[in-house]
């Protein structure tokens, strides 16, 4: 039950926007074991003034089309799969819509699995009582 909150500088398309969130879906299904349909995301666009990523931390040099993604998951997959969810992420949106490796932001947070509210005000994630 991923949420994916993606955050980008304003004036991109919406063909631009939907092939992230496309791109990411694929992603967390190819490398993160998400069922068909679980599909939750939104983007967020912000002017300069209001969108402000570091150009070289970490020896990244990112320019001003960074894509911040940020990931509310589940805590139930190893490191492998963390690695190879990024990099699939990365895969996908250098092939469309065509980000660079470099301007793409992964932050994940895991959480454990009784913090979700699917609707209905239940938690349907949460153990059951027997």
Known sequence: MPLVQVSLRRGKSAEYHQALFDGVYRAMRE???VPE???FMTITEHDASTFDVSPTYC????SDEAVIIRITANNTRDLAQK???YLRIVE???????VRPEDVFINLVEVPPENWSLGHGIAQ???QPD
Do not use: I, S
């Open 31 to 33: 490398t993160f074991d």
């Open 83 to 85: 690695k190879a969810f």
């Open 92 to 98: 996908h949106l250098q092939a469309n819509p065509g």
């Open 125 to 127: 994630y949460a153990p």
């Open 59 to 62: 020896g990244v040099e990112r």
């Open 37 to 39: 349909d679980d599909r």
